[in-house]
């Protein structure tokens, strides 16, 4: 079992910056992709960046250029980096983490940028 807890949400003026982070704890030697996902009332949840044990990532086109995210494999942690924020950005963020068999999730944390 894998636990994901997030944390660095908040209320952030257009243009801002912000930046989660999010912990995994249990039996992390098993993960190889880690992610982000947001859901915004009304829509499906839709991945916006994800990175491999590797360091390779992807990037929903939505946020390439605003957004960034890292690993730190001794912290087993991983970020996002969210800069340029807009108000179609606001949605709750979901951290995620793959093993070879499963799929985690952390418990979320709301992104709300103003206009």
């Known amino acids: 079992q894998v636990q994901l807890v997030e944390s660095g949400g908040g209320l952030v003026q257009a243009g801002g910056s912000l930046r989660l982070s999010c912990a995994a704890s249990?039996?992390?030697?098993?993960?190889?992709?880690m992610g982000w996902y947001r859901q915004a009332p009304g829509k499906q949840r839709e991945l916006v960046a994800s990175?491999?044990?590797?360091?390779?990532?992807n990037y929903a086109d939505s946020v390439k250029g605003r957004f960034a995210i890292s690993r730190d494999n001794a912290k087993n942690t991983v970020y996002l980096q969210m800069n340029s924020l807009k108000p179609e950005d606001t949605a709750g963020y979901y951290c995620?983490?793959?093993?070879?068999?499963?799929?985690?999730w952390g418990q979320g944390t709301q992104v709300t940028v103003s206009s």
């Open positions: 990175i491999t044990s590797g360091g390779s990532t």
């Open positions: 249990g039996s992390i030697f098993t993960i190889n992709t």
């Open positions: 995620n983490a793959e093993d070879h068999s499963n799929n985690y």
